[in-house]
């Protein structure tokens, strides 16, 4: 005869609930991952019957495996947005008649690397730029005057 004990084997089910990207800290960088259920279900004859409700939702990173609490998606990815934040300024900087050599100066004391000053300067002053005949200082094409003597760009 059966008894209630011999059928009943637990097992734990997965469900995916959502996928996505996000920031793994084990792989250190911006990842896929799917968001997966935990489910606990007596299994009779090893077909689930019964899910037994949740055993907890968890973070699975698609590159490495590691499970992770779904607390980990909060972990913003990080971007380049730092470095929007350096062109917005510059751009500012450039529109309110700072010449490009001033406000290249500018970025290097802050410490970025040349390549990355050259990017966020490329991007702030735009490809069309006005110079001061009289002393070779570059402007961006808003700037209309030579903030160090005056003189109308070109
Ligand atoms: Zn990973
Ligand atoms: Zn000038």
């Known amino acids: 005869m059966l008894t209630t004990e011999s059928v009943r084997v637990s097992k734990v089910r997965y469900k995916t609930i ?5 920031y793994c800290p084990q792989c250190k960088t911006q990842r896929a991952y799917e968001l997966r259920k935990a489910r606990n279900y007596f299994a009779l004859y090893f077909i689930p019957i019964i899910p037994l409700g949740d055993a907890g939702e968890f973070v699975t990173c698609l590159t490495c495996g590691t499970n992770f ?7 913003p990815i990080p971007t380049n947005a730092p470095l929007d934040r350096f062109v917005r300024e510059a751009q500012a900087d450039l ?13 290097i004391n802050t410490g970025l690397s040349r390549d990355l000053v050259e990017q966020v300067i490329g991007q702030a002053a735009g490809p069309d730029r006005k110079h001061c ?3 070779a200082l570059t402007y961006r094409s808003t700037v209309r005057r030579c903030a160090q003597c005056g003189a109308p760009l070109m």
């Open 95 to 107: 529109d309110s008649g700072t010449p490009i050599e001033m406000a290249r100066q500018k970025l």
């Open 18 to 22: 959502s996928t996505g990207q996000f």
């Open 133 to 135: 005949p009289a002393d």
């Open 69 to 75: 609490q779904t607390e980990v998606l909060s972990i």
